[in-house]
């Protein structure tokens, strides 16, 4: 199984190929996509759409997964971000893929075994459970091999319950 993984953003969003072989897990690409400041919100928003659409068509995935919108002190952040995640549904859709959402907490849970896990915790166990050679991974790119991660643990038990409905 083949996961595509986003951690959507207006300015960065990162992005993760992870692939499970067995019960091996291992990342095929990541890395994190930037739009300019300088540039309009429709514009950001399209480059974003394209470059989630290319990475779709590139590396076939079996479904995306992306981090739910979290709503923090900035409301106009959180606005943009649910605008990101919607250019990436729309991504996701138009290849036919099904994408899940996660909260930051199903994805620390799942990655490090806690919830509370802070950022360092989870660029440390995606780097461990990955075997990545290079430790120093963008924090948008580890969240978004995190979030792939995450449904990896999650998607047997959902496969498992929908063929039960």
């Known amino acids: 199984m083949k996961i595509l993984g986003i951690d959507p953003g207006i300015a960065n969003t990162g992005f993760g190929v992870v692939m499970r072989s067995g019960a091996r897990a291992s990342a095929l690409a990541a890395g994190v996509i930037t739009t300019p400041a300088s540039a309009s919100p429709a514009e950001r928003l399209t480059t974003l759409f394209r470059d989630v659409e290319g990475l779709i068509a590139e590396h076939t995935p079996d479904a995306v997964a992306l981090e739910e919108l979290y709503f923090g002190q900035n409301a106009s952040s959180a606005m943009a971000v649910g605008q990101a995640r919607g250019v990436v549904l729309l991504a996701a859709g ?42 120093r991974v963008p924090d948008h790119a580890a969240d978004a091999l995190a979030v792939a991660m995450c449904h990896l643990n999650h998607a047997p038990l959902a496969q498992a319950l929908a063929g039960v409905r």
């Open 94 to 135: 138009r290849g036919g893929l099904t994408a899940t959402g996660y909260t930051p907490q199903q994805i620390k849970q799942a990655v490090c075994g806690s919830g509370r896990a802070d950022k360092q915790q989870v660029i440390t166990m995606v780097v461990s459970a990955l075997g990545l050679a290079d430790s």
